[in-house]
């Protein structure tokens, strides 16, 4: 396994293993790897001649009073657990790399990014995109990989490599859980005992949102004001936002129908999580 | 010469040509082409294995009350000049396959876009990014050929290849010039045989600027002035901006030092012209 650290390193290597026919798979994390990533990680490296996992914690994508700084880090951790995996390559880029002085260019979704985790977190998606579209100039990969647990997110990347004809192909991932439910995130490290239990009302929460609609309910809205009261029975629970929305447009339904994102994100003390189900409601 | 309709057909042709290890070199174009145009392109057949040229009037970088549907089209003499020139694909996609409904995703440089002509065109270069972005993907090149007297357009497209990481080398070629020194424009079309005589004011004045900083005039904020009277002095011409700008910040100098690029914007009549120099000043 190679650590690159030069941006024009890992662009040169990617254009000589594309030309030498390898398949380049990549798996782009803020690093410290939990089952979640992994799981993105041996799917890669199974369905591609070449896995680069690049590690950045990228900047643009906190907002200024977000955990930038805390975001938790360990390097060698993350590169012990990707050997295992036989990964090929780790990109390991500076920040004051990718973004040198004077960096002045965004990429921005307009739809679908100002709701959701968009809207307690303005310009998170900006930083999301302009990222994405940044590794994958750096690393050329034929294929990325995803989780679901960031359900916006990879919708918002999908629209991004559609809109702007990038010839990569998204793969998306199952949100993988702790026992108890609670879905994988590097925050979790953030939750006292007490917390990491009160934490579990919202994938609770959620699979009681998928057997409402399982047992016939289709109003958007009664199902929306049951999911808050939920959240907001647990007392170290603080809701930002239980929505229920297409995946097509991002956009709240009154009436359920199509294919859907159930979507919750709460404070659990002073931690934000996020999870969310799919769904093909007919 | 073939004629590529399909982005994904281009897409493929793109691939299967950087497999076979030819370079790839490209020149996006709105069509109705003129000398300038046909000088990229002989710089590109003269520097790659295969040329790719596209002709797209793309109407996300026209203002509501812009020319987009009065610009000038001519496809069947575009087709015969660029067959002369041994161009190997012309790329002619339909403007609903490139903005299909639904799009929302734009490339937008923070830096330089609101001055000079973006000014006066307030979205203008967030629909030349975008649409550059997504040919670049659209095409893949090894190089990309833009002319100089589009100044600012080329100066933002390298920011946003160098801040996106783009693995493409844009090459920037010299403005041609009708006899008398009118830069070569599609819009020049418009002009009638008075304002043709009129719009010589452009070019004329671009030269008294550079011989003034060639005499030692060090005073941007003079030769600004000194340039604006020039154009006043026109009777049909109505100027928009006449600027000297670094060519790093595309910020107006009041002192005169470095790489400078001098420009003007004027109407002759209705139509609007554009025109610049770049000077290295010690």
Excluded at 16 to 39: D, N, R
Excluded at 77 to 86: A, N, P, T
Excluded at 141 to 155: M, S, T
Aim: glycine share 6%; net charge negative.
């Amino acid at each position: 396994m190679e650590i690159i650290k030069e941006i024009e390193k890992m662009q040169q290597i990617s254009r000589e293993e594309a030309a030498a026919k390898k398949s380049i798979g990549f798996v782009p994390t803020m690093g410290y790897l939990h089952e979640g990533h992994l799981k993105l990680v041996e799917k890669a490296v199974d369905e591609n001649d070449i896995t680069v996992v690049s590690v950045f914690v990228n900047p643009t994508q906190f907002g200024p009073e977000e955990d930038y700084d805390e975001y938790p880090r360990d390097l060698e951790r993350d590169l012990s657990l990707l050997r295992e995996r036989k990964v090929d390559y780790v990109f390991y880029p500076a920040v004051e790399d990718v973004y040198p002085e004077g960096y002045a260019t965004y990429v921005q979704v307009e739809k679908g990014t100002d709701v959701l985790c968009g809207r307690s977190r303005p310009n998170h998606f900006k930083g999301v995109t302009t990222i994405v579209s940044k590794l994958f100039n750096m690393v050329i990969p034929h294929r990325a990989y995803f989780g679901k647990k960031d359900g916006q997110q990879l919708l918002i990347i999908r629209q991004m490599v559609r809109d702007l004809n990038m010839d990569i192909e998204i793969v998306a991932c199952p949100t993988v859980r702790e026992e108890g439910g609670l879905a994988m995130s590097s925050r979790n490290k953030y939750l006292s005992s007490k917390e990491r239990e009160a934490a579990l009302v919202i994938n609770r929460t959620l699979e009681k949102a998928c057997s409402w609609i399982e047992e016939g309910e289709r109003d958007g809205w009664e199902i929306k004001k049951a999911m808050e009261r939920e959240i907001k029975a647990e007392p170290l629970a603080t809701i930002d936002y239980a929505s229920i929305v297409s995946r097509e447009t991002l956009q709240e339904l009154g009436v359920i129908k199509g294919p859907i994102m159930i979507a919750i994100a709460a404070y659990i003390g002073s931690t934000r999580l996020i999870d969310n189900v799919w769904l093909e409601v007919t």
